[in-house]
Structure formats: C-alpha cells, structure tokens
C-alpha cells in the first residue's frame, strides 16, 4: 500500500513539473512570437517596445504590458497601449489568429505636423473590448512616403482586415490642432461608444450616446471659442472598403458608386459661442451616402494644397483647387437629408427654422422664423430645383479672375448650377409701416440650356402688396382708396428646336382688384444659334425669324375707373366728362391710324367701348397677312408704326 501510496505521489509530482514545463513553453513560444512581430516594425525602420508578456495555458489568455510603436519613416505618428489582455486565443493559420475577446486598456494615438499645415491630432480610448474577435497575426508595413492619405488608407486596411461581433468603449476622447490651416484647435469627447457585427470592413451597426465639443477658434479679428453636445448618434451599415476605393490610384477609373453609409443620425445638438450666440438643433439624419472613385478624390485634393499657406494662390492655382473640389462633390451622392427644428439665438433674438431638406437633388428650407429690422419675418419654404454644389463651385471659379468682369456666357453659367427656385408661404413687414407683404408662392423654372441660355422657362407669382403713398407711381392707387395690391402672373415661355417654333404662352397678370392681362405670343423659325450671349452673331441668327400670331385680351376690375379718376383729378372735371373725353381722344387718334389700316378701325372701336362701359374684357388678336420678319417688325415699330400694324389683320371685341 505504500509503494502505491509513492507511486501516485511521484506520478503526481512528474505530470505537475510536466505541466508547468509546458507552460512556461508556451509562455516563452507566447512572447517570442510577440517579440518577432515587434521585430518586424523595428525592422522597417521603427521603434517598437513593450514591457512584460504572459501566457494561460488554460485560459488561453495572453497578456502584453505597456507597448509603445513608433512606424518606420512615420515619425508624427505614435500609438502607446497601457495593456492587451486577449481570452481565448487561438491560431486560425499561420497568418491569423481568434480571441474570445480582447481588452484593451490606455490606449493613445497621435499624429503630429502632419501635411502642409502641420495638423496635430491624438485620440485616448482608456478601455476598449472587442468579443468575438479575428484578425492577423501581423500587421502590414505602414506607408514610407508620409502621406496623409495613405496614412488613412493603411489605417482603413487595417481595420478592413479584422471581424469582431462587438466592439464596446466606455469613452473615446479626440483632440486636434489645424496647424496653420483655418479653424483651430479643440477637444471632442465622445462616450458609450459600440459597434454590432465588424466583418471585412463594414459594420453593421454602431453609436455613442454622447459628444461633448470643445474648439477654440483661429479667425480674424476676435477669436472664439465655441462648446456644444450632441447626443444619440447613431450609424447604420458602413462600408469602409468604399473609402478605400476613393483613395486607391487603381480605382481612378471606376465610375460606378459605392455606398458608404446606409443611414447616419443625430439629436438633439446645442452649440455654444463665447460671443452670445446658440444653436439648439433637434436632430438630422442623412440616408444612402456613396463615393465615385473615380471624381472622389481627396488625394488629388491634399496633394493640391499649397506647401506654403501664407501665399496667396494664383487665378490659375483657385481655379484649378476649385475645379478639384467640384470633382470631390460630383463624386459624392446622397439620398436624403435633413436637419430639424433649428433655434439660432442672437443677442438681437432667435431665429427658428423647422426643417432644411435635401432629397432627390432639391435643397430645401422650411418652416422660417426669424426677427428682423422691421418685425417678424416668415416663411413657409424655399427650394433650390435640380441644385448642383459641383457645378456652384465651377461656376464660382470661372468668375475668380481679380480685375476682370465676367463675360455674359460666365454669368449666364448660374443656370447651369439649378433649374429653378421657389418661394412659399410668406410674411413679411413692409419698410417701417405696419402692412405687411405676403406671397403666396413665386415659382421660377428654367430648362433646355443651348449653351447656358435657357430655352425654356415659366415663372409664377400669387402675392399681396401694400400700396406706397410715398411712391409717386403709386400714388394713383392710394388716393382711389387702395391700400394692398393682389398680383397673380403667370408666364411660360419655350422652344421647339425641331420646328423651330417659340411661344410665349400663357402670359397672365392679374391685378386682383384692377385689371387681368392675358397674351400668345409666337414666333417661327427661330434657329438655335439665336441662343448666343454673341451679339453680332444673334443679330445674324435673328434676321431668319419670323412673327406668329399675336392675341391679347384686359378684363377690367376697376383699371378704367382708375385711370377716369386721375384724369378727372388732372383736368378738374367730372368723372363722366373725363371718360367722354377719354373716348373722343381713343376715336380721334384712331382715325389717323384706321387710314392707313382699315382693320384698325375694329380695335379702335373696341378699344372706345371698352373705355365707356366699364367691367368689360377687351380681346385683340392680330394675324400676319404675310411672313413678318421680326427684326422688319421691330424696326417699322419704331420707324413707322402704322405701317408695322398693317402688316396684321386685325380681329377685336369686347364684352362682359
């Protein structure tokens, strides 16, 4: 019994000093394996030091101390990690590796004078844990040649290159200084950070309760400081490899768009000024945002940058930064946007917007109400149509030469930027008085650009005015007892290439509680090289164009009354006597022109009429006899009117 009772002893005795033999095997395999990748950065020109390294055999826990990296030909960027602490560690293949999970604790990355304006960054993460985690086993060589880009491209390979089902950061702390490019110098503290499901670069999910902002701002004169929280943000399916793609040169060609992010959101968000002014936004959201690589370039865009950023660019070096900016926005597609509930407080009060949009190439705002000089100003919505920020911004740098005012075609290149604009539901005061303007709606469309003169376009206005007793053009109306004008006008215009026919039509204004115009216009034969901001080659083009017919018709709400008031005012006689005066003049003057024009004698009659009995709609049409050329129109016009009329037949009437 003895013997057996030894025996089990030295049994036990041999497997125990078996067991930690192999244990410290594997803790002295453990840290030659972290040694020799520490050794690869070293290799590469870096320095790469870390303190003591520990291996369970049973946990599979591994643990490194105090890691500081410095990488080859990178000196402005540094990483110190207090400790790595991964459970469950495993060899997929000789190139990757698993954990269980992985904590991470004091982690700190800086970058310093980086780029031409010698930006400063750094970011503190005092505890991060990754479950689930799989990555390799060493990193890639880092970038030799500093560029910040490829700094970022290496950092998002990286990041492409691992899977993790949960990332979690209690805080993460960011801090920047711009160097000696514009904005500043700040602090961003962003806390309950977690991201769902990493795998190849795209997550599924992630969020941060908070951001807290601080920034000190560099600007001319009086400097600022400006402090703010924004809270829930949240960000649904990111692409990173999409990013990637933007900065690699291999994808300078591929035109097709990569989404980036599903859905970004935010709110609610306050900032603070030092110089008393607030904004308080209660959230936005943006939806579907893609990269072209082949115009989204930011590389192109750092590499253009000045080395010296105290000389002023050249027309020529704006020009060209500026046509790289529009090919940055060209590249950029976003579904939808919107910001809501906007409060900007000033020390002269707080303005409030309900909603800025954008969707579908439309910038819109909405919901406006803001103080201003001469009271309370609001608005229903304004909207961009078709809006362009690339080609804004080419339009811009065409017009960026000191000295020189832009040519007719450079300003007419506006209508390149949007294809219209719209103005709702406003009220506005009218100068220091207690009336007030309100429009309805002013809605103006353009299309079919030859060149970039539009060769289509309408615009629309419904809106109410006061009266302007200080206006002499005006004063007619305030001694008939009219305070408020109603303006209703619609106009449309356009061009048929293919019949080379152009209407003007509908050409509408009412003058709610005076008069309601209406006129077709047409004109043929009308070539597309009349399009030209050329004047001597338009005056060419014009001479083919031909008149159509015309027709005109005023229904009348109180115009003839008005115009028999102010003459009775002028001429001290009596309303009666001021229209039977007013008729005797229209047939007199008609006779002159009736000899030379019978069909005249029709107008002027109807005109007369029109005159005497008030309330009625007078209708004029007039139909060449033979083909007008407009430019012998136009000249006979001013030369000698009545044979300019003969060249019509004239029809004309009038009734209630």
Not at 380 to 390: I, V
């Amino acid at each position: 019994m003895k013997r057996i009772l030894i025996g089990l002893i030295v049994a036990a005795v041999l497997a125990a000093g078996g067991w930690f033999g192999f244990n410290l095997y594997v803790q002295h395999r453990a840290t030659a394996e972290v040694e020799a990748a520490f050794e690869q950065i070293r290799a590469s020109g870096g320095k790469a030091t870390h303190g003591k390294v520990e291996f369970d055999l049973m946990t599979r826990t591994l643990t490194i101390e105090d890691i500081a990296v410095t990488p080859g030909n990178q000196p402005q960027a540094q990483v110190r990690i207090a400790g790595i602490k991964g459970t469950g560690v495993r060899l997929i293949d000789d190139t990757r590796f698993s954990a269980d999970s992985i904590d991470i604790t004091g982690f700190e990355a800086a970058l310093d004078q980086v780029g031409p304006t010698k930006v400063k960054a750094s970011y503190k993460i005092p505890q991060l844990t990754m479950r689930d985690y799989a990555g390799p086993v060493h990193s890639g060589p880092a970038p030799a040649n500093g560029s910040l880009i490829d700094l970022y491209r290496y950092a998002l390979g990286q990041y492409a290159s691992v899977t993790a089902t949960s990332l979690t950061a209690p805080a993460l702390t960011m801090n920047f200084d711009s160097g000696s490019g514009p904005g500043g110098s700040g602090e961003v503290t962003y806390s309950g950070l977690t991201i769902q499901n990493l795998k190849h670069g795209k997550i599924d999910a992630m969020k941060a309760d908070r951001a807290v902002i601080s920034v000190d701002v560099r600007q001319p004169g009086k400097p600022d400081k400006l402090t703010g929280e924004l809270s829930n943000i949240i960000v649904n399916d990111f692409d990173a490899t999409a990013i990637i793609a933007t900065l690699d040169p291999q994808t300078s060609k591929d035109e097709t768009y990569h989404r980036v992010y599903r859905q970004v959101s935010a709110g609610p968000y306050a900032l603070k000024s030092a110089q008393g002014i607030r904004v308080d936004i209660d959230g936005f959201v943006m939806e579907d945002i893609g990269v072209q690589p082949s115009k989204f370039r930011l590389g192109e865009i750092f590499a253009a940058l000045p080395q010296d950023q105290s000389a002023v660019p050249t027309p020529a070096q704006a020009r060209g930064m500026m046509e790289k900016l529009a090919g940055v926005y060209e590249g950029l597609r976003i579904g939808r946007a919107e910001v809501s509930k906007i409060s900007i407080g000033t020390p002269q009060g707080t303005g409030k917007v309900n909603a800025i949009r954008y969707r579908e190439n439309e910038f819109a705002i909405e919901g406006v109400d803001t103080p201003a000089p001469q009271g309370q100003f609001k608005m229903e919505r304004f909207a961009l149509k078709s809006f362009s920020a690339a080609n804004l911004i080419r339009w811009a740098a065409s017009l960026a030469t000191p000295g020189q005012a832009p040519s007719p075609d450079q300003t007419l290149g506006l209508f390149r930027v949007l294809e219209g604009a719209e103005i709702k539901g406003v009220v506005s005061p009218y100068k220091n008085t207690r009336q007030l303007v309100t429009i309805d709606t002013i809605s103006l469309n353009w299309g079919q650009l030859v060149g970039s003169i539009p060769s289509k376009a309408s615009l629309v206005v419904k809106m109410v005015a006061p009266t302007d007793p200080a206006n002499p053009a005006q004063r007619p109306l305030t001694m008939a007892g009219i305070d408020k004008l109603a303006i209703n006008l619609d106009l449309g215009a356009a061009w048929t290439e293919s019949s080379g026919a152009f209407a003007l039509a509908p050409a509408t204004i009412d003058l709610g509680n005076l008069a309601k115009a209406q006129a077709r216009f047409a004109l043929a034969n009308v070539p597309r090289g009349l399009f030209t901001t050329n004047p001597v080659q338009a005056m060419a083009q014009a001479a083919q164009v031909e008149t159509g017919a015309i027709e005109l018709s005023l229904r009348d709400s109180g115009v003839v009354d008005l115009v028999v008031a102010q003459f009775s005012r002028i001429q001290s006689v009596s309303r009666d006597a001021a229209r039977s005066a007013i008729v005797e003049m229209i047939r007199a003057q008609g006779e002159r022109i009736a000899a030379a024009n019978v069909d005249a004698r029709v107008a002027v009659d109807a005109l007369a009429g029109f005159v005497a009995t008030p309330g009625q709609t007078l209708s004029i049409k007039l139909t060449p006899r033979a083909k007008v050329p407009l430019m012998q129109l136009m000249q006979l016009t001013q030369t000698d009117p009545e044979s300019a009329l003969a060249q019509f037949r004239i029809e004309a009437s009038t009734g209630l």
